[in-house]
């Protein structure tokens, strides 16, 4: 056996294969499953599977036929080769690979059919497949004999075999993870080669200005349109070649690297950027290819590779050339490898009936079998195109776009149908080769597959057909999220305002400014010291002019930080910023290109220019700016100086090279800013809320800790008739010990109740800023929200209530609405789309003080799951004021759920969570109008405690009704002054309808009383009425202070339900207080709700609504003045009944 001799570049061959083998078994992973080993653990990363993807897609084979096709037939072949290979990859990324999500678990395109048409269509597949790819893969082998034969004069087979041989290896031990990270090495290896050899040849040449010459001179690479408008042969040629080339071919290779995604968003991501790669690769080659037309005219197309080894390289970097062409058939034939093997194992074998061992075991010796196939193909024939184009042949038309294109875009026939379209394909194809040997047997076999399948499955009356979306099948979720986008970009448009959108572009820090102004006189100091000097006197004028106005305005802006506030004001700023920018950096720079005769040094400023617009405003409005910029300098040096643009120096190649590059970079960082600063300004919001929690349960631990302070020495007080000691006591100092216990057993059984109250309030962190929103507009806002913190999320919205507004805290919904949603999406158990389903439902609250009622009010439920369907919703839920009973977080994971309880327990709703096997579901319940239910002032006790000491001033109304009481009833004063002590305490700072501050108002109530009872609980009560509805005071807190009478009748009076275990308030409507009245059996109450009514209509011209005055007197004359009669209150009731009429006719 004869090897080559020893040298560096074939030190650099061992070692490239060497590091080959070794990346291969470094990732074949360990125990694999066979699922594993044809399509790996859907782990890649985007970033891998683009690689992958060119490098499989990019082959040895095709840097041959790309050289010599394009030395041979110029534009006719580049054309279409630069149209159709990147569009056949954006094609297949972003119209096939949405439409990918029921194959995302297959693992080949026979299976696939398999699924869909049976066995039989499933072993004729994979049959078809493994034949076209054989071909392919001895194709890529005979790419390296060839390479070695340039490099070393070598033609044995040794080297040849050795390249299969590790091919094989690495692909049957390790599966498509070694595969795809020796692609990755690979890409690297090429990617890097083919441009440096660009660029060796570059220099190569002698004369530069002949590539331009070449174009101008050679019809190959001079096409003309009118040519080909008449329809010549080399055209229509060129028109089927591109059709050829952007037809998804579906080929096994690509199919598994779209079927090893997580999901249709990488791939359309990975298969995006592989088009924009594999097209820079393209022109790589096709650069290399005109280059060496350039250099030597008169090649035959076949010995091209041999002069560029011969006249373009040198020992070490021949070896470097060498290992990149093989690089790229070594990364093509082990992709094709890996799927056929996967293909034999799993869809033809099975379906034959031959499979005796683990599809595991049969895919590595089939991997085994293929290799060696191919290692002896690869010695019989020369003709690459032959080999390629004869191989797919019968793939193509009869596999990949009828049926399996079919059944991607949504079409499915019966198994007979697909069967007689494929044999109608294959006779078409073979009627092509044998007889008709003129005509290309693509589109024929093509057509006549495509149309048989559609014809017949018509004709015979087929069940299927074209078959529609299901609600989560990601297009439909990406159209969705297509259309969503579209509205939010109308709705910006049409809800534009020019003055807001350019405030929003001025800098955050004043230092923004002067390092502009900085930046400014930089550029302006490298132009003037860097280009020559001009001759022209018109455009010495412009350039003088031009310094003088940028020098002082930077000045200007350097030294901003001292200027006056009034220039500073935002108003000025927010136009004066903008203009500046376009008036120095694309006004002037544009002029001082063109005066400098677009020298490299003015086209980098002008480049940096463009940067730094896009660093200091947001992109859209930097991009309108330089363009005005631009567009402006030119009209003007057209009509000042009345000369034409010098377009030749502003098209040059370096100009354009320039321009992509910095914008390029500009809108890449400032897109990658955008995202950080979208998610900030989540993390903002976020972290307000916590804050705001923070604050409120620290100011509730304040309040918690002053009521026991308070109450523990009350408790103590109370207790010290219980420390007197009688050695022999009487039965008279029995019974009074006896007596004193049980009040104190009483005070302590009601002050634990009042702190258990307290406590309860301390536990509840949020109050609520209630507004109304649209529900629609408020799902459109945390839609918005979704998208720009994480595009990824996917989410199906099933809107059916009929319910278009809410009234509750928007912001916290809006927090709920979004923590739901990404929660759900970030589950660890599921990868599907997130269903948000919402639907009008009721909420139910047993009410206390009147029973056998349930107060009802409408509501909606908001589900979100991660299932296909929604588990069985209620129809109605239990909206609990009382413990709900809060399931902690275990982990910092858990914790949004425990925020949305909160949430929800702060709008009195409901809330489940299901975990399930494969996701969870989160239901939560909220009322439309959470003030139906929670009353206002539940919001307003968030504020200071209660004011230690009362006001000292005294106003008539008290004073007199002191001494009134005093004279005429048994009350103690002492118990009277605490009463109006806590009245003063929990009424203090807040007004009221009468002109005067709110504890006049229970005074006023209770002078009323007065005229008819004297019974001192009576007045108590009535003082205190109103305590429950518009301060935190507590039921307990009542009994404590005073006694069980006078807190049963504030609680009969009270216009709210309330309950023992709970601080929480349910709020009545005006016919539920009346019902709660008709259920109270102590005359005292109705006493003092009348004499609260009356009082309320003597005030009445108080309230601003006339509507609400004649509601209010409409209650009273239906309701307030037949109970008044039915008490024999008289007065009372005459008296209302005057006020009354009186509002009612009032107009």
């Known amino acids: 056996m004869t090897l080559p001799p020893i040298s560096i570049d074939l030190f650099i061959f061992v070692a490239f294969f060497v590091l080959n083998i070794v990346v291969g078994f470094r990732y074949r992973g360990e125990k694999q499953t066979f699922k594993e080993y044809a399509i790996g653990d859907k782990k890649f990363s985007t970033a891998v599977l683009i690689a992958t993807i060119v490098a499989t897609w990019m082959s040895g084979s095709g840097l041959f036929i790309n050289l010599e096709k394009t030395y041979k037939e110029g534009l006719y072949y580049v054309i279409p080769d630069i149209i159709g290979t990147p569009m056949c990859l954006l094609i297949t990324g972003y ?295 004869g191989a797919a042949h019968f793939y193509i038309p009869n596999v990949a776009p009828a049926p399996m294109l079919l059944a991607i875009f949504g079409f499915k026939t019966s198994r007979r149908v697909v069967l007689m379209a494929m044999g109608a ?107 020559k000097p001009l001759v022209n006197p018109t455009y010495q004028v412009m350039h ?166 308070l109450y523990s020495l009350e408790a103590l007080e109370r207790s010290e008739p219980l420390h007197a000691f009688y050695p022999t006591p009487t039965q008279a100092q029995l019974m009074a010990s006896n007596a004193a216990l049980h009040q104190h057993v009483y005070a302590l059984d009601t002050l634990n109740k009042h702190l258990h109250q307290v406590l309860h309030l301390a536990r509840e962190p949020i109050h609520l800023v209630v507004e109304s929103i649209d529900l629609d507009a408020l799902w459109q806002d945390v839609s918005q929200t979704l998208y720009q913190h994480n595009q990824a999320i996917k989410v199906i919205l099933q809107h059916h209530a009929k319910t278009k507004s809410l009234q509750g805290d928007v912001s916290k919904i809006r927090r709920l609405l979004y923590t739901a949603v990404a929660y759900a999406a970030a589950y660890p158990k599921t990868q599907r789309p997130v269903l948000l389903h919402i639907e009008d439902t ?101 504020g200071a405690p209660p004011m230690a000491t009362s006001p000292v001033v005294e106003f008539p109304l008290e004073t007199n009704f002191v001494k009134e009481v005093l004279a005429k009833t048994r009350m103690e004063g002492g118990l009277l002054q605490e009463a109006l002590q806590l009245i003063k305490q929990y009424h203090a700072g807040s007004s009221c309808v009468t002109e005067g501050p709110s504890y006049l108002h229970p005074i006023a109530v209770a002078n009323i009383l007065l005229e008819y009872s004297q019974d001192p609980d009576t007045l108590l009560a009535a003082l205190l009425h109103d305590t429950i509805d518009t301060t935190r005071l507590s039921w307990h807190h009542i009994a404590l202070r005073f006694n069980p009478v006078v807190k049963r009748i504030v609680e009969g009076v009270a216009s709210v339900d309330s309950r023992l275990s709970s601080f929480k308030k349910i709020q009545l409507s005006a016919h539920e207080i009346m019902l709660k009245l008709l259920e109270v059996k102590d005359e005292r109450v109705l006493y003092v709700k009348l004499a609260d009514r009356l009082h309320h209509m003597r005030t009445i011209e108080g309230h601003p609504s006339l509507a609400k005055q004649k509601k209010i007197a409409e209650e009273t004359l239906q309701f307030f003045v037949p109970m008044a009669k039915s008490l024999k209150l008289t007065p009372i009731a005459e008296e209302l009944k005057k006020r009354a009429f009186k509002v009612l006719n009032r107009k």
């Open 95 to 389: 119209v096939l690979g949405p439409r990918m999500g029921k194959f995302l678990n297959d693992v080949s395109v026979p299976e696939s059919l398999g699924k869909l048409y049976g066995k039989t269509v499933q072993a004729i597949a994979g049959i078809a497949i493994v034949l076209r790819s054989t071909g392919y893969m001895a194709m890529q082998l005979q790419v390296i004999a060839r390479v070695l034969a340039i490099l070393f004069d070598y033609e044995g087979p040794e080297l040849v075999t050795i390249s299969a041989i590790i091919i094989t290896l690495y692909s049957l031990s390790g599966g498509v993870k070694a595969v795809t990270f020796t692609d990755v090495l690979q890409f690297f290896t090429f990617g890097t080669l083919l441009p440096l050899l660009a660029l060796t040849i570059w220099n190569n040449l002698q004369d530069s200005t002949q590539v331009t010459h070449m174009f101008q001179t050679n019809p190959l690479l001079s096409f003309k349109v009118k040519k080909g408008v008449n329809w010549s042969p080399e055209f229509l040629n060129s028109l089927l070649f591109t059709a050829y080339l952007m037809t998804p071919a579906l080929q096994p290779q690509l199919f598994q690297r779209m079927v090893m995604a997580r999901d249709t968003a990488q791939i359309k991501r990975s298969f995006g950027y592989a088009a924009i790669v594999c097209l820079g690769i393209e022109l790589c080659m096709i650069w290399i290819a005109i280059m060496i037309l350039v250099d030597q005219p008169g090649l035959e197309a076949n010995k091209i590779m041999g002069h560029i080894v011969n006249t373009h390289t040198y020992p070490g970097f021949k070896g470097l050339l060498g290992i990149g062409v093989i690089a790229l058939s070594m990364s093509t034939a082990d992709s094709v490898l890996n799927s056929c093997a996967v293909i034999i194992a799993n869809d033809i074998l099975p379906p034959l009936g031959f499979q005796k061992q683990s599809s595991l075991q049969t895919a590595r010796w089939s991997t085994l079998a293929l290799g060696t196939l191919a290692l002896i193909l690869v010695l019989s024939t020369r003709d690459l195109l032959q080999i390629l184009v």
């Open 425 to 531: 394909g294959t006779t078409a194809t073979a009627a092509c080769i044998f007889y008709f040997k003129n005509v290309h047997s693509f589109f024929p076999g093509l057509l006549a597959n495509l149309i048989t399948m559609l014809v017949l499955h018509y004709l015979l009356g087929e069940e299927g057909g074209w078959q529609r979306l299901e609600p989560d099948d990601p297009l439909a979720l990406e159209r969705a999220a297509r259309r969503q986008a579209w509205q939010w970009r109308l709705k910006a448009i049409k809800n534009f305002k020019l003055y807001p959108y350019l405030r929003q572009n001025l800098p955050s820090r004043e230092e923004f400014y002067s390092f502009f102004g900085l930046y400014t006189l930089a550029a302006t100091y490298v132009a003037l010291y860097t280009v």
């Open 842 to 942: 009721q909420l139910a609250y047993p009410l206390m003080s009147i029973p056998d009622y349930i107060k009802r009010v409408q509501s909606f439920c908001i589900a979100v799951t991660t299932e296909r369907t929604l588990p069985q919703l209620k129809k109605w839920y239990i909206g609990s004021v009382d413990d709900l009973l809060l399931q902690w977080p275990q982990d910092i994971g858990e914790l949004p759920l425990a925020y949305n309880q909160q949430i929800v327990a702060a709008h009195y709703g409901a809330s489940e969570v299901m975990p399930t096997d494969t996701g969870v579901t989160q239901v939560y319940v909220l009322p439309s109008d959470v003030r139906e239910v929670r009353p206002s002032t539940m919001d307003h006790w968030q």
């Open 544 to 709: 003088t002019s031009i310094c003088h106005t940028i020098l002082p305005i930077a000045t200007a802006f350097l030294t901003f930080p001292i200027w006056p506030e009034k220039l500073k004001n935002v108003g000025f700023m927010a136009f004066f910023w903008p203009l500046s920018i376009a008036g120095i950096l694309f006004f002037a720079g544009t002029l001082m290109t063109i005066l400098n005769q677009f020298h490299h040094v003015q086209v980098v400023v002008m480049m940096i220019n463009l940067l730094m617009a896009v660093l200091l405003l947001q992109w859209p409005l930097a991009l309108f700016l330089a363009f005005a910029g631009t567009y402006a300098a030119v009209f003007f040096f057209t009509h000042y100086t009345g000369m034409s643009l010098p377009i030749s120096a502003l098209g040059s190649i370096q100009m354009i090279y320039l321009i992509l590059l910095f914008a390029g970079v500009a809108l890449k960082g400032k897109q990658a800013y955008r995202g950080l600063a979208t998610s900030y300004a989540q993390l903002r919001k976020e972290m307000g809320f916590t804050n705001q929690t923070f604050l409120t349960t620290m100011q509730n631990q304040a309040r918690l800790q002053q009521e026991a302070s």
